[in-house]
C-alpha cells in the first residue's frame, strides 16, 4: 500500500553541525508534503511544507528539499542547536482532509 | 485560548472501564481531527469533523471508539470498554479550513491514556 516512512530511525549529531532528516513515500499523486517536529511529551509542532511544484523551500534554519523522481523528502537542519532535539516526522496528505505521518527519525544533538 | 487544549493530560483507565477525553480546538477553526499515537510510532488518524459533521471516521479502531463535536467547537472523544491496546497518546489536532495543502494543522499535547 502507500505509505510514507523514514530512511532512519535515530540521528545524533554534533552540536552547530548541520543535520539531514531523509523521508521516502510511495504516493507519486501526492502534492503537498509537511514536516513535524515533535518534543517529548508535546504534540507535534509544524516546522516547514512544501508543495509539488517546488523542489526547495527554506525558512528558518531549516530546508526542505523534494526530489519528484525518487520520491524523496529531505529536512536540513543549519547550525543544529541542542533544542532541536526531538522526533521529526514527514507527513503526506491522506483523505481529503487529512495527514498520513511516517514512524519518525529521533534526532539527538550532542554537545 | 492561544492553542489546542486537550484534558485531561494522562489517565489511568482499568480494563473495561470508559474513558472520555477532551479537546479544546483553536477558536474559529472549522476542521477538528483526532489522532492515536502509540510509543515510538507516529499519530495515526482516527477521525475527521467539519464543523460538527464527522466527515471521516474510518480510522477508528472499533465501534468502542466513538466522537463527538455537537457545537462545532469542543470535542469528545469516548472510548467504552476500554483495553490494554488502547494505551497510546490521543492527539487532537485543528485547522482553520478544510483540505490539506496550505491549511496548517495545530496540535494539542495530547491525553495520555494508559489501560491497567
Known amino acids: 500500500g502507500e505509505s510514507v516512512g523514514l530512511h532512519l530511525p535515530t540521528l545524533s549529531v554534533q552540536e552547530g553541525d548541520n543535520s539531514i532528516i531523509n523521508c521516502a513515500y510511495s504516493?507519486?499523486?501526492?502534492?503537498?508534503f509537511i514536516w513535524y517536529k515533535q518534543e517529548s511529551g508535546k504534540g507535534p509542532q509544524f516546522i516547514i511544507d512544501?508543495?509539488?511544484?517546488?523542489d526547495k523551500r527554506q525558512g528558518q534554519r531549516v530546508t526542505v528539499l523534494l526530489n519528484k523522481t525518487v520520491k524523496h523528502l529531505s529536512l536540513q537542519i543549519a547550525a543544529t542547536q541542542p533544542g532541536d532535539s526531538a522526533v521529526y516526522f514527514c507527513?503526506?496528505?491522506?483523505?481529503?482532509?487529512?495527514?498520513?505521518f511516517g514512524a519518525g527519525t529521533r534526532l539527538t544533538v550532542k554537545p | 485560548g492561544a492553542g489546542v487544549s486537550q484534558s485531561p493530560r494522562y489517565k489511568v483507565a482499568k480494563r473495561g472501564q470508559d474513558v472520555a477525553l477532551r479537546c479544546d480546538p483553536i477558536?474559529?477553526?472549522?476542521?477538528l481531527f483526532w489522532y492515536q499515537q502509540a510509543l515510538g510510532q507516529g499519530p495515526e488518524f482516527l477521525t475527521y469533523?467539519?464543523?460538527?459533521?464527522?466527515?471521516?471516521k474510518s480510522g477508528l479502531p472499533s465501534d468502542r471508539f466513538f466522537a463527538e463535536r455537537p457545537e462545532g467547537s469542543v470535542s469528545t472523544l469516548k472510548i467504552q470498554r476500554t483495553q490494554q491496546e488502547d494505551s497510546a497518546v490521543y492527539l487532537c489536532?485543528?485547522?482553520?479550513?478544510?483540505?490539506?495543502?496550505?491549511?496548517?494543522?495545530?496540535f494539542g499535547e495530547g491525553s495520555w491514556l494508559t489501560v491497567v
Open positions: 489536532a485543528s485547522s482553520f479550513n478544510t483540505g490539506t495543502a496550505g491549511n496548517t494543522i495545530y
Open positions: 504516493n507519486s499523486a501526492s502534492d503537498y
Open positions: 469533523f467539519q464543523n460538527e459533521a464527522q466527515l471521516d
Open positions: 507527513a503526506e496528505p491522506h483523505h481529503s482532509n487529512d495527514m498520513r
Open positions: 477558536s474559529g477553526h472549522v476542521s
Open positions: 512544501i508543495r509539488s511544484n517546488m
